[in-house]
């Protein structure tokens, strides 16, 4: 008796687990009849999923709840519960609104002690959300998919070990590569060698958690060899534990950029015409030199080299011919000089050259094959032979020499010293002191009669207003005199081989609507200062480059006259 009572609580209190289950759960709950599969009770979430009340749906057959897909299907799943206790499945119900949702649905039977069904259980849950969040995760992976496919730029999932895991097809073009070569290959392969460690740094960084990305510009070899620029961005992606899985890489070809600088450095580095280095980048290379004979005590020669009656090249047979007697002494000048001397053009008909580790015997003597070198520069005009003769000026450079500004001035004191005693020689000094005299007393004499007249202003400039302006305004100073105006560069050059002026003050926008218009000028005037009008700040470091100096146009006509006169920079 008392085995038959603690049975019955034990039942009573499964019926009660069982009863506070089925009230509760937030999942609906059908209890069916299992042969005849009419439904016995629901319970609340059951209702709240199909809409109604319990009493819609007890004593009707289960088949109300499916669509009619799932309706033809349900005798199989029927017959699937009765031989397995335990049916799972995704069906489309429909609810008595008559609108069609998603479930997801389990059955259990149970049975008598001769094997008998009872009842059958069935659990369902509205698969809506999850459906919704499956179709929004695989639209996002369809998304990224199409984006890694078709990119217009390189994508790449590579290894912890540097393997290519996955490529693109913009990455195959622009590698020259397949897919299939790729993937048998790592990045270090086709990274150029002098790229190479700085990537394996940065890989180094996002391995240790020290950055989570990082862009770096650097070269690929192609298929064919070639090198090319590439931008590249890769970051790391990570397990849930914060452990690295691979890394993500985005690979943008910036070869045509690098084209561009290389050209634009060039603009800023040559002069056109002869494509030797310009004033401003050779000025840069003298200074290192000076440097390195102060600290490594080497020994250099920097020779100025002035063409000798120059002007009457120009004035009987055109600046066409002028042109290219100048390139022809360039070509000279660049055949006689070892690889590691550096030449340039300075402007005019003035060239300069740094011999480097060479001591004052060699200098001089190389000094000398270089004045016949330029002697024996001829071209053809006319059915004549033209040719000039130099003027080489040399400063020795060693640990004692100041600066590339003492240098200079020591050079171009030694030139005018072998002016005055003749065209086509060579003269030699070492120290500022022993020539200051000199070339005070030379450039006084190369530019007679100018101190004792006003400066001679040729403006260049777009504006018709701004060249009134400049008239107006300066013509209340003495000391300076506006011979000639100009528009644009046709009119510019022309003023510049008539007007013989001693600055002439050249707008910014004409000097960006023609690159090589300061080279001209400097042709055309050799004698000339070309003061840059500026009228943006941010324009000053490029227009230094090319012109003496410059001014902003919104400067005071004060601080522009004591340009003129003294070649300083207002601010």
């Keep these: 008796m008392t085995r038959d009572i603690g049975q019955r609580l034990e039942a009573d209190e499964l019926r009660s687990h069982w009863e506070l289950t089925f009230a509760t759960s937030s999942r609906g709950i059908a209890v069916t009849d299992p042969v005849s599969g009419v439904i016995r009770s629901v319970n609340p979430a059951f209702v709240a999923m199909h809409g109604g009340s319990a009493e819609d749906f007890v004593g009707q057959s289960v088949a109300m709840l499916l669509t009619d897909e799932f309706k033809a299907r349900l005798p199989q799943l029927m017959a ?111 990274t150029h060698p002098d790229d190479l460690d700085a990537d394996l740094a940065h890989v180094e960084q996002l391995l240790s958690g020290e950055i989570d990305r990082y862009s770096m510009e650097k ?12 931008n590249l961005s890769a970051s790391v992606i990570r397990d849930a534990r914060r452990e690295p899985l691979h890394f993500v890489a985005q690979i943008e070809d910036i070869s045509e950029r690098k084209r561009l600088e290389a050209s634009l450095q060039r603009l800023a580095e040559r002069d056109p015409l002869t494509d030797l280095w310009n004033r401003r980048r050779f000025e840069d290379e003298l200074q290192r030199q000076v440097q390195r004979c102060q600290r490594y005590h080497e020994r250099a020669a920097l020779l100025i080299i002035d063409l000798d009656d120059f002007k009457p090249v120009n004035d009987q047979f055109g600046h066409t011919v002028g042109d290219e007697l100048l390139k022809a002494v360039a070509s000279s000048l660049r055949m006689r000089l070892r690889v590691t001397d550096a030449l340039g053009r300075l402007g005019g008909d003035e060239f300069a050259v740094i011999l480097t580790n060479i001591t004052a015997d060699d200098g001089a003597a190389l000094a000398e094959q270089l004045r016949h070198a330029v002697a024996a520069s001829v071209v053809r005009a006319h059915g004549a032979e033209v040719s000039v003769a130099a003027s080489i000026g040399i400063s020795f450079l060693d640990r004692h020499t100041v600066s590339e500004s003492v240098a200079m001035v020591d050079a171009d004191a030694a030139m005018y010293d072998a002016k005055a005693r003749g065209a086509g020689l060579v003269r030699a000094r070492g120290h500022r002191a022993e020539t200051a005299a000199r070339l005070h007393k030379a450039r006084r004499a190369d530019a007679a009669g100018r101190r004792d007249r006003p400066i001679r202003i040729l403006h260049c400039d777009d504006s018709e207003a701004y060249r009134s302006l400049v008239v107006e305004m300066l ?21 510049a081989r008539t007007s013989t002026p001693d600055v002439i003050l050249l707008d910014s926008s004409l000097m960006l609507a023609c690159a090589s218009l300061v080279t001209q000028l400097r042709d055309a005037a050799p004698a000339a200062r070309i003061v840059a009008l500026s009228g943006l700040e941010r324009e000053a470091s490029s227009l230094g480059t090319l012109a003496d100096t410059y001014v902003h ?19």
Excluded at 553 to 571: C, E, I, M, Q, R
């Design 80 to 190: 699937q519960a009765d031989t397995t206790v335990h049916v799972r499945t995704e069906t489309d119900h429909v609810r008595l609104d008559g609108s069609v949702f998603p479930v997801g649905a389990e059955a259990y039977t149970t049975y008598s002690a001769d094997g008998r069904p009872l009842v059958r259980v069935a659990w369902f849950e509205d698969l809506t959300e999850k459906r919704a969040v499956e179709m929004a995760r695989r639209e996002a992976e369809a998304l990224t998919e199409a984006a890694f496919v078709a990119a217009p730029i390189g994508m790449a999932l590579v290894g912890l070990d540097g393997s290519w895991l996955r490529v693109n097809r913009a990455l195959c073009d622009l590698t020259g590569y397949s897919e299939a070569d790729l993937l048998q290959m790592t990045f270090q392969k086709i």
């Design 219 to 230: 070269r690929y070899l192609t298929s064919a060899s070639d090198p090319v620029w590439i």
């Design 475 to 495: 013509g209340v100073h003495d000391s300076v005199e506006v011979v000639a105006q100009a528009a644009d560069p046709e009119q510019a050059l022309a003023a």
């Design 553 to 571: 146009k919104s400067a005071s006509f004060d601080a522009l006259v004591d340009a003129v006169h003294n070649g300083s920079t207002p601010g």
